[in-house]
């Protein structure tokens, strides 16, 4: 019986098969608190539309990112972590000398892998606000002590410059194989495939940005019973693509405000940061909350008043699962020194699925059940 493993962000790289369930940690990085306020302005993540512990950063409350490598030996990228899409790429060294976003980062350079293999088939991928193209390549791509062997990527020739700031390279998507932009097997789907992993499993721990320890965790194969409590929620997948389900409905605490009253479709995505719905249901509901609207669409509060907000109760599969205003707040200090707390709930198109981002998935601990097609939610330890 093959087992996960946990590893920790930046650690050596072991085996090729995991014994146990593979824990990676995410560390938090040092970053000028005013890009968190520029990076507000980029998250209208909304896409229209162990196991193997893998440690994650966290940038400012906004952005999960954990390490790979790709090829032999090995090159070393940090990549997002996207439960809300289903490709990898990375920058290749190719890219335009133009291209500020890519030359910003860490460059895949194929003539350097004796396990590369070419493909040139283009790629293009849009992510609301960002996107990025390139070709595609294949090559063995390593998350903690998982070696994936011949998996196809993309090789990003262009990135646009909502990417420039990040401190990941690129995006790992763990979506399902049917949002696939060119329909390539998934990464995980191929450690699957592959029999790298104890279990059709994968779980994260997302931790607030805490400098003194991981941002969280990513757990392949498995989950890590040490950063949760209670029993798991699981709901069934109801679209394959997104990990998507039926949500009951949200209302705030003591009020009468309540949103997806009759029940509506929901998605879980950690390269979300916020809470993502439908226009004009968000924007009641963070008037209820006494939000004011700011020219980039977000809504502040008076930091002092964050303590004494209502919880805010998301209801899936009839069981409560309450946020706190210190856990669906985020406070953001600009480069001019201002500093504000913006309520963690982004407005979207009129009938935009809800995305529970980076806000919800901290409070609770999310599983990813992909051999049973469900998704599981338990108190996280945070």
């Known amino acids: 019986?093959?087992?996960?493993?946990?590893?920790?962000?930046?650690?050596?790289?072991?085996?090729?098969?995991?014994?146990?369930?593979?824990?990676?940690?995410?560390?938090?990085?040092?970053?000028?608190?005013?890009?968190?306020?520029?990076?507000?302005?980029?998250?209208?993540?909304?896409?229209?539309?162990?196991?193997?512990?893998?440690?994650?950063?966290?940038?400012?409350?906004?952005?999960?990112?954990?390490?790979?490598?790709?090829?032999?030996?090995?090159?070393?990228?940090?990549?997002?972590?996207?439960?809300?899409?289903?490709?990898?790429?990375?920058?290749?060294?190719?890219?335009?000398?133009?291209?500020?976003?890519?030359?910003?980062?860490?460059?895949?350079?194929?003539?350097?892998?004796?396990?590369?293999?070419?493909?040139?088939?283009?790629?293009?991928?849009?992510?609301?606000?960002?996107?990025?193209?390139?070709?595609l390549s294949r090559d063995t791509v390593t998350v903690a002590s998982i070696a994936v062997v011949n998996q196809t990527f993309g090789e990003a020739l262009q990135e646009s410059s909502d990417f420039i700031n990040t401190p990941?390279?690129?995006?790992?998507?763990?979506?399902?194989?049917?949002?696939?932009?060119?329909?390539?097997?998934?990464?995980?789907?191929?450690?699957?495939?592959?029999?790298?992993?104890?279990?059709?499993?994968?779980?994260?721990?997302?931790?607030?940005?805490?400098?003194?320890?991981p941002g969280g965790i990513l757990t392949l194969g498995g989950t890590d019973p040490s950063h949760y409590t209670g029993n798991f929620t699981f709901l069934d997948i109801t679209k394959k693509?997104?990990?998507?389900?039926?949500?009951?409905?949200?209302?705030?605490?003591?009020?009468?405000?309540?949103?997806?009253?009759?029940?509506?479709?929901?998605?879980?995505?950690?390269?979300?940061?916020?809470?993502?719905?439908p226009g004009r249901e968000v924007s009641e509901l963070n008037r209820k909350l006494g939000g004011t609207r700011t020219a980039h669409g977000h809504y502040v509060v008076p930091c002092e008043e964050v303590s004494s907000l209502p919880d805010v109760v998301i209801t899936l599969k009839a069981k409560p699962f309450p946020l706190t205003g210190p856990q669906y707040t985020l406070k953001v200090k600009t480069k001019e020194g201002y500093t504000g707390c913006f309520l963690g709930f982004k407005e979207a198109g009129r009938k935009s699925l809800w995305i529970l981002g980076d806000v919800f998935l901290r409070a609770y601990y999310s599983q990813y059940d992909w051999g049973q097609a469900r998704v599981g939610f338990a108190v996280s330890k945070n």
């Open 168 to 213: 990941a390279d690129g995006l790992l998507g763990m979506g399902f194989l049917e949002m696939s932009v060119d329909k390539v097997p998934t990464v995980f789907g191929n450690m699957v495939r592959q029999k790298l992993l104890p279990k059709p499993v994968f779980s994260f721990y997302l931790n607030r940005d805490a400098p003194a320890g």
């Open 241 to 277: 693509g997104y990990w998507q389900f039926k949500m009951d409905r949200i209302n705030v605490k003591g009020e009468e405000l309540t949103v997806c009253r009759n029940g509506c479709q929901a998605i879980a995505d950690t390269g979300t940061s916020l809470i993502v719905g």
């Open 1 to 135: 019986m093959v087992a996960a493993t946990v590893i920790v962000l930046a650690a050596t790289l072991v085996s090729s098969l995991a014994v146990e369930p593979i824990h990676i940690p995410i560390y938090p990085t040092v970053k000028p608190e005013h890009r968190v306020a520029s990076l507000l302005k980029q998250v209208d993540y909304y896409r229209n539309v162990n196991p193997g512990d893998e440690p994650l950063r966290n940038f400012q409350d906004v952005e999960y990112y954990g390490p790979i490598t790709i090829g032999t030996p090995g090159q070393s990228f940090n990549v997002v972590f996207d439960t809300g899409s289903s490709d990898l790429w990375i920058p290749s060294v190719r890219c335009l000398k133009w291209n500020v976003a890519c030359q910003r980062h860490n460059k895949y350079n194929n003539a350097m892998s004796s396990t590369y293999t070419p493909n040139g088939k283009h790629f293009s991928i849009s992510y609301g606000t960002g996107y990025a193209n390139g070709y």
